[in-house]
T-cell receptor, first 114, second 111 residues
């Protein structure tokens, strides 16, 4: 149980384009999902908390107009990186909350912006 | 600023020995503590959760919690090369559902 999927697993795009990443909880409903970013050999960095049916809460320094988050159902949250630039290249990982504070992670999406 | 501290390592342990990973946290009201394993290039995987003082065992893994000392540890018995990974300690933030993450300890099991 507690399986979270992410799609796509990797994406390469041109600078200035937008990329949408989907995060799905496959066998449970998640009222709360989280989006993280991780640069090579660095720790997880929380970008935003996504709550079903309400606006996401962004961490300090994360541009909400650049990283659009939608959590329209109890099993799906999406992250759209708008007008991507090479500095946005990173490993994006979502997690879904199951019980209290337990988070289960998707496999991650590796984004490369050319 | 609520923090979770871990030794970054690398921690090198011979195969078959016990690996001991440590974590301290600053928020006294935290109640939920987690250990995640992250292989290089992969996402974190939950391996242990602990909520009460004392030990919790699951197979070769034992989590130990001491709330008075604000200390949580993970012991891995009979270490295997496949245990080589970065181990992340996470602690709940009482005000919402977020976790505060340590930077992780890189563990290397030498055959």
């Amino acid at each position: 149980g507690a399986v979270v999927s992410q799609h796509p697993s990797w994406v390469i795009c041109k600078s200035g384009t937008s990329v949408k990443i989907e995060c799905r909880s496959l066998d449970f409903q998640a009222t709360t999902m989280f989006w993280y970013r991780q640069f090579p050999k660095q720790s997880l960095m929380l970008m935003a908390t996504s709550n079903e049916g309400s606006k996401a809460t962004y961490e300090q320094g994360v541009e909400k107009d650049k990283f659009l988050i939608n959590h329209a159902s109890l099993t799906l949250s999406t992250l759209t990186v708008t007008s991507a630039h090479p500095e946005d290249s990173s490993f994006y990982i979502c997690s879904a909350r199951l019980l209290e504070y337990e988070q289960f992670f998707g496999p991650g999406t590796r984004l490369t912006v050319l | 600023q609520k923090e979770v501290e871990q030794n970054s390592g690398p921690l090198s342990v011979p195969e078959g020995a016990i690996a001991s990973l440590n974590c301290t946290y600053s928020d006294r009201v935290s109640q939920s503590f987690f250990w995640y394993r992250q292989y290089s290039g992969k996402s974190p995987e939950l391996i242990m959760s602990i909520y009460s003082n004392g030990d919790k065992e699951d197979g070769r893994f034992t989590a130990q919690l001491n709330k008075a000392s604000q200390y949580v540890s993970l012991l891995i018995r009979d270490s295997q090369p496949s245990d080589s990974a970065t181990y992340l300690c996470a602690v709940n933030l009482a005000s919402n559902y977020q976790l505060i993450w340590g930077a992780g300890t890189k563990l290397i099991i030498k055959p």
